[in-house]
Antibody
Framework: EVQLLESGGVLVQPGGSLNISCAAS????????MTWVRQTPGRGLEWVSG????????HYADSVKGRFTISRDNSKDTLYLQMTSLRADDTALYYC??????????WGRGTLVTVSS | QSVLTQPPSASGTPGQRVTISCSGT????????VNWYQHLPGTAPKLLIY???QWPSGVPDRFSGTKSGTSASLAISGLQSEDEADYYC???????????FGGGTKLTVL
């Protein structure tokens, strides 16, 4: 059974930085592209970033480009999202999902990131 | 403002058939396949339909998807109370080089 477990979400001040991660199990992690999607309060799902299976290429939404960095460690079956210059509108539940081009066949339960002073 | 346009709400009674539309442009739906998700509050989103009209394992065939030009639709037949959820369409956008989601449609089973 595929399992994706996000962690690292906390309350952080505007302008701060935070790293969140996603531990994967139940599938051959190194063979699949992975993605971060967020859901903001009262709004829908928003794609944040995706990365190829070998970690060689990352894609970013314009809203996070230059501030967020996606990475992965295939030896640890773990996906990461490094977030800097955080803003109030980055407050969201961040989901890790398996897949890349819009087809995400497994999702985690999410980790909550709150940006507030 | 989402790149893909969905109606904010839809409703139906048990047993009815409802459809949810998703409208895009030539750079997203017009040139890529569409996927649909069901999301119940407090749970992980679930892939319902992929590649316009394909079912992942375990999804009942009461759910079906179609695509024509720059629009797509999700149909739910034999509506059940457990279908009450938010539904999202998603696809790749060649101009943005990223995934775009619809704004979501809240389905109410009356």
């Amino acid at each position: 059974e595929v399992q994706l477990l996000e962690s690292g979400g906390v309350l952080v001040q505007p302008g701060g930085s935070l790293n969140i991660s996603c531990a994967a199990s139940g599938f051959t992690f190194r063979s699949y592209a992975m993605t971060w999607v967020r859901q903001t309060p009262g709004r829908g799902l928003e794609w944040v970033s995706g990365i190829s299976s070998n970690g060689g290429r990352g894609h970013y939404a314009d809203s996070v480009k230059g501030r967020f960095t996606i990475s992965r460690d295939n030896s640890k079956d773990t996906l990461y999202l490094q977030m800097t210059s955080l803003r109030a509108d980055d407050t969201a539940l961040y989901y890790c999902a398996k897949g890349l081009y819009g087809r995400f066949d497994s999702w985690g339960r999410g980790t909550l990131v709150t940006v507030s002073s | 403002q989402s790149v893909l346009t969905q109606p904010p709400s839809a409703s139906g009674t048990p047993g009815q058939r409802v459809t949810i539309s998703c409208s895009g442009t030539s750079s997203n739906i017009g040139s890529n396949t569409v996927n649909w998700y069901q999301h119940l509050p407090g749970t992980a989103p679930k892939l319902l339909i992929y590649s316009n009209d394909q079912w992942p394992s375990g999804v009942p065939d009461r759910f079906s998807g179609t695509k024509s030009g720059t629009s797509a639709s999700l149909a739910i037949s034999g509506l059940q109370s457990e279908d009450e959820a938010d539904y999202y369409c998603a696809t790749w956008d060649d101009s943005l080089s990223g995934v775009v989601f619809g704004g979501g449609t809240k389905l109410t089973v009356l």
